[in-house]
């Protein structure tokens, strides 16, 4: 069972986002591009990807994959992608995600029927961060998924 917590804040400070439709294979080769726009860009990336994904039809996913850089490029877009200065959610509920990521569904389904559960009204999708993962073992990953819910008492 999946630690969740609430009133948590994600806070990311430059980062390069990418927003499309994409078959699940090509994930990675967006990966790869993002980071070779990075280093061309004079920077590099500074921590895991985050990802976003809006909706799934067949095989294509609306997805969002946000990579951490260590500073401002100076540019706004670079090809596809676009540079955002800052991602932050504030009042998150938050669900720490341990173990196989063949098992985060269950996390997700844990998160919605918490959020079900207390009548918090979501305001975001869930934004994955990963935290540790290792392909070697891996029951040692670790996803934080946030998701802003509204502060408003109707």
């Known amino acids: 069972m999946a630690e969740i917590l609430e009133e948590q804040t994600l806070e990311i400070e430059n980062v390069l986002s990418f927003r499309g439709e994409i078959k699940q294979e090509d994930l990675e080769t967006v990966g790869k591009d993002m980071?070779?726009?990075?280093?061309?860009?004079?920077?590099?990336?500074?921590?895991?990807?985050?990802?976003?994904?809006?909706?799934?039809?067949?095989?294509?996913?609306?997805?969002?994959?946000?990579?951490?850089?260590?500073?401002?490029?100076?540019?706004?877009?670079?090809?596809?992608?676009?540079?955002?200065?800052?991602?932050?959610?504030?009042?998150?509920?938050?669900?720490?995600?341990?173990?196989?990521?063949?098992?985060?569904?269950?996390?997700?389904r844990q998160l919605n029927q918490y959020i079900l559960d207390k009548g918090l009204m979501p305001i975001t999708a869930g934004y994955n961060v990963t935290k540790k993962i290792n392909p070697v073992n891996e029951d040692s990953t670790e996803v934080d998924v946030y998701v802003g819910v509204s502060p408003n008492i109707l």
């Open 35 to 108: 980071e070779e726009k990075i280093v061309l860009a004079g920077a590099v990336s500074s921590g895991n990807p985050i990802t976003v994904t809006y909706g799934v039809e067949n095989d294509i996913f609306d997805i969002e994959i946000l990579l951490p850089v260590n500073k401002n490029p100076g540019i706004r877009n670079i090809g596809k992608y676009i540079f955002k200065d800052k991602i932050k959610i504030v009042n998150a509920v938050v669900a720490k995600h341990k173990g196989s990521l063949s098992k985060l569904q269950d996390t997700f």
